[in-house]
């Protein structure tokens, strides 16, 4: 299985940026996802880095170093809206067409005006 | 397209109970799980399934059955429920193990187990 650590919470001002971490350990790394969650609905899908770098969409950017087995997403220009959790997740491919995804306990981001 | 479903949305159980949690997905998608969410422990895989009639077990699976005889449903069987298996589930799907394949969620089902 996979170690996944990121943060617990974090707290910051509307119009701010906020960086949440994510370390993992993994045998067969196969990309890494970010989701966001708000309280009481599903996960949706932000981004996904397979290869080293940043990847940027709009406000959200999320970055990746296999070697390091680190990833972090930056949310910036903060908004209330972007008060939720936010979960790290490594995919695992075992073989062909058969993959696990696994993820970290998420990171709970509140933004305060 | 309706995407991911479940059913129900609420559910309680005593003790022993049994009961199948429904998951539907309309987009012909062959991969498709479940998981299990408990505050302070993130998404826990209890099983996938790569395809109709292949099914396999994830971080979780006891306590917990699946078949998957069509491409659209994967239920989700507790046999006897438990007050450990109190959590919220939610069962999403993708269409492979592809480059920059993303998994969709459907809403999560709550259960409590008394």
């Known amino acids: 299985g996979q170690n996944i650590d990121q943060p617990t919470e974090m707290t910051a001002t509307e119009g701010a940026i906020v960086q949440i971490n994510c370390t993992y350990q993994?045998?067969?790394?196969?990309?890494l996802f970010w989701y966001q969650q708000h309280a009481g609905e599903a996960p949706t899908f932000l981004s996904y880095?397979?290869?080293?770098g940043l990847e940027e969409k709009g406000r959200f950017s999320s970055f990746l170093s296999r070697s390091k087995g680190y990833s972090y997403l930056l949310l910036k220009e903060l908004q209330m809206k972007d008060s939720a959790s936010y979960l790290c997740?490594?995919?695992?491919?075992?073989?062909?067409?058969?993959?696990?995804?696994?993820f970290g306990a998420g990171t709970t981001v509140t933004v305060r005006a | 397209n309706a995407g991911v479903t479940q059913t129900p949305k609420f559910q309680v159980l005593k003790t022993g109970q049994s009961m199948t949690l429904q998951c539907a997905q309309d987009?012909?998608?062959?991969?498709m799980s479940w998981y299990r969410q408990d505050p302070g422990m993130g998404l826990r895989l209890i099983h996938y399934?790569?395809?109709?009639?292949?099914?396999d077990q994830g971080e979780v699976p006891n306590g917990y059955n699946v078949s998957r005889s069509t491409t659209e449903d994967f239920p989700l069987r507790l046999l006897s429920a438990a007050p450990s298996q109190t959590s919220v589930y939610f069962c999403?799907?993708?269409?492979?193990?592809?480059?920059?394949?993303?998994?969709?969620f459907g809403p999560g089902t709550r259960l409590l187990v008394l």
């Open positions: 999403a799907s993708s269409v492979s193990g592809g480059y920059q394949e993303t998994q969709y």
């Open positions: 993994t045998s067969g790394f196969n990309g």
């Open positions: 880095n397979v290869l080293d």
């Open positions: 997740a490594v995919r695992d491919l075992l073989r062909s067409n058969d993959y696990k995804l696994s």
């Open positions: 987009m012909n998608h062959e991969y």
């Open positions: 399934s790569v395809g109709a009639g292949i099914t």
